[in-house]
């Protein structure tokens, strides 16, 4: 028990710390300010998230690995250990924020008109059950790091400026404090996770299987996130022949960037928007 408890008091004080590490950085001047844009965008963005939201779990495996015979129940504790001290984390710096803005905390917020709304447990209970799909969008961030690069250099994918969509901002809106800001914070992060993977996908979808599906729900439910539906994929009463047709059509080859058919860098100035191509 003893180990439990250094172990989940030295991650709550670090983690802690080092929240209170980027308001003090936001105090320096033009260095602080340089810091904290660096930190608010890709790849300095992955580095704290990945020190807030994993570096506890990995510290568990490697208290768990240097002690020799430790049981994979040990293991698990380890894990509920990093677990609690990242949530006590959040709730310890979430009323410290609010105390620090005790104006903004009394006026017009989300968290409590939402409780007013559908229960303040029920809210309470939503908020955190989102936090649980935090390990897939890592796991998305990850792919998109590590596996996207690969892709451009086999077959010419588009390369994308990260930090367009890996950036939160919401820490500059006013009136956030507390449970509202670190939430907004989430979703900021989480929005751009998403959109990003899933601007990653066009590409994979419309170069491989250029097939509009049978089914017409599921082609209208699509068609928002992969235009390509309605912008060029065959028809699923074609053949291969009239798929062939699409790839010929609409990719250059080797040298030539093999973008979804939407993608803005088939469009040009001296190039007109053709049916299948959508205006600028």
């Given at each position: 028990m003893t180990e439990l408890a250094t172990f989940g008091g030295a991650t709550f004080v670090?983690?802690?710390?080092?929240?209170?590490?980027?308001?003090?950085?936001?105090?320096?001047?033009?260095?602080?300010?340089?810091?904290?844009?660096?930190?608010?965008?890709?790849?300095?963005?992955?580095?704290?998230?990945?020190?807030?939201?994993?570096a506890p779990w990995i510290g568990a495996v490697a208290v768990w690995a240097t002690r020799g015979e430790q049981t994979f129940g040990r293991l698990m504790l380890l894990f509920v250990v990093a677990g609690a001290s990242q949530v006590l984390t959040l709730l310890m710096w979430a009323r410290l924020h609010e105390a620090m803005h005790p104006g903004t905390r009394k006026g017009p917020r989300i968290y409590p008109t939402l409780s007013r709304k559908v229960g303040p447990v029920r809210n309470h209970l939503a908020v955190w059950w989102t936090a649980l799909?935090?390990?897939?969008?890592?796991?998305?961030?990850?792919?998109?790091?590590?596996?996207?690069?690969?892709?451009?250099?086999l077959v010419g994918f588009p390369r994308y400026p990260?930090?367009?969509?890996?950036?939160?901002?919401?820490?500059?809106?006013?009136?956030?404090?507390?449970?509202?800001?670190i939430w907004c914070l989430y979703c900021d992060w989480m929005t751009?996770?998403?959109?990003?993977?899933?601007?990653?996908?066009?590409?994979?979808?419309?170069?491989?299987?250029?097939?509009?599906?049978?089914?017409?729900?599921?082609c209208e439910n699509c068609r928002i996130d992969f235009p390509d539906v309605e912008n060029g994929w065959a028809p699923p009463t074609s053949d291969m022949a009239a798929v062939v047709k699409v790839l010929d059509e609409k990719y250059p080859g080797p040298g030539g960037v093999n973008a979804w058919f939407g993608h803005p860098?088939?469009?040009t100035v001296d190039r007109k928007p053709t049916e299948d191509r959508p205006k600028p």
């Open positions: 670090v983690l802690l710390l080092s929240a209170l590490v980027f308001h003090a950085a936001a105090r320096l001047g033009g260095v602080g300010k340089r810091l904290c844009e660096i930190a608010a965008a890709a790849p300095g963005l992955d580095v704290v998230v990945f020190y807030f939201t994993t799909v935090l390990p897939v969008f890592n796991l998305v961030r990850i792919a998109e790091i590590v596996l996207w690069p690969m892709l451009v250099w990260m930090k367009q969509w890996i950036n939160v901002s919401r820490h500059k809106f006013s009136g956030l404090v507390g449970y509202d800001l751009g996770v998403w959109s990003l993977g899933t601007e990653m996908l066009r590409n994979v979808e419309s170069f491989w299987c250029p097939i509009r599906f049978s089914s017409p729900e599921k860098v088939r469009l």
